[in-house]
DNA sequence: TATATTTGTTCAATCGATTGAACAAAAATA
DNA sequence: TATTTTTGTTCAATCGATTGAACAAATATA
């Protein structure tokens, strides 16, 4: 019943009295070998149910048609998004992806670049841990000639091909819809300064308000891990200061949610009394009671752009140009954020 | 600066003037050789940045030292958690793990499950997709000499390492807990009964309601995909029913949802009218409002001794018996069955 | 001192597939 | 018929690491 004995080109040139090389040449269409015999291995081929060593293959061409994704966590929406976009792109040209998750943790991430690089993938397409902040990990991708592209997460200086959406832009779309709500202080609970897209946040947060000719205290604007928690925390604090605010524009879904359930838990009416907006179009934000406005980054498309870029540097090495992309995001208005509507 | 020449122990050899097989028998600590040797060995694959070659090893050694891990979907606190606690220990025992999800669908597993064959995994583990009802992958898996264990999602027949909890006895702890808060009518969002976790679920609520002498008319246990929709619909088609039922056990967390969204739609009170209860303890089941009620299947646990069948398994490859591991359920009452406390 | 044992290393084959060069046979051209 | 070209296949080296056998040198035993 157990059929171990996994056939080999040897079997199949034993069968047809053809050497292993003649077997090979016909497996990959080698212009010299007959139709005749192409035929006739391959028909060879499905009898012994052959496969092919890929481990062999591999280590002969110096090529593996494996690509690593690294992705700050796996139970998000949006990365789950992406990876599954990067896989049907990549799955049609013939490589497999291998999904890693940094749990956020720098120490994590060095780690799975390690083993990627180990098992000498082609390519690695990540977005960075919140934690990290030191790119010599990244650096060591490139200096071993594996492509790198990054999304969402990625600094400039790495100078690598990357794929997010404007997130300056963002801020702008977000500001803009809460001062046409009549919102006066608005508040921002911020991811970390030290990561380039929670940084252009806050600045277009801050032009955007300067533009309204609105008021943008320092201390409106608080960083964080962007974790239930801390949106939770971070609300309540919000409510306790003297002036309080009467909008938040949160960089995080998920701390969007925690600070929606401080003000449900305060009895604070939303949007009226306060209005909310979060980040990342997570599903849950159009299961809550009220549904939490946000941003669309387009995951889909993020994935499918992260995968083309591997493959086009791939096909060109030569190629000394660098692809950054910039998508647009769009506001979901709904009603956490919808004075008029509700 | 892009030192793409990584070094091989034909470099290593070259510079302690040594033959490759030397340097290789040092690394592997081989008995014969000196321990001056040795440490001058280690010392020079220091210097040189020597990282083995992983295929090449592989390919000689006929093991990768990679566990494949086939989940339904990644978006999940369950399935998530169970390969964070599969990783850890894996890594700590020198595997590295390659993580994709089926999305629940047949046709994407059976593909997954070529290309952790292909890629050559060294065991597969894994839980099986919605659709799945023809076993031929997983038993190629077995035919092929790969180790394979399963979890949650797991079919007798397979007769493989098998871990998860006890489905039947948590539908007693579901029901015997609805009974106690007073419950008469208790209905049931089934999973599909081909599938044999979800088959013990509504076993043992039938029995349970049996037992506490209440009826369970077959048209009160429905057989869904147990996604969002299929919650909404169905408790929808509930209530528009003659006999409402006063409560609803929901084999999945997400439908639990659902079916919560369409109930406080119609404004029915939540546990007064309409008692409600879930499965799998996903974060979010804490956050709605009311919370809801679930069982929590100790994904930890899971993972952890999913990840030490497997390696019991490949220290020990003579070892013919199967280990079933069955965990005890653990019933969370929140407010939305809690019928006391609110 | 002669022989046996231990120690440290090299040799050579191997894992399975790939690939350029070599070669013989068949076909085309002169 | 002699020569060139084309075609189909085999040969042999290679990718990098591993491993049992072989061998020489050093050490121990008789």
Redesign the interface.
Known sequence: ????K?STIKDIAAVLGLTPSAVSKALNDHPRISDKTKIAVKEAAIQLDY??????S??RKGK?N?VGVIIP?????FF?SV??NIEKVL?LNGY?I????S?ELYAKEC?EID?L????VDGIIASMANETTDLEYYQKI????TELVLFDRGEEELNVDYVGIDDYKSSHLVIDHLVSQNCKRIAHIAGFKHIRIYKERIRGYKDALEKSGLAAPENWIIESNLR?DDGRRIMQQLLDSPERPDAVYVAGDIAA?GAL?VL?ENNIKVPEEMALIGFSDEP?TS?T?PSISTVNQHSDQIGKLAAEAFLERINNPKKKTINRIILEPELIIRQSSNRNLK
């Open positions: 019943m157990e059929n171990k996994k496969q092919p060593n890929y481990l062999s591999a280590l593996s494996l966590r796996v139970n998000s929406h789950s990876v599954e799955n497999n291998i999904m890693t998750q749990n780690q083993t690089l180990k098992i000498q490139k200096s071993k000639g239930l949610l359930q449900l849950f299961l009671q």
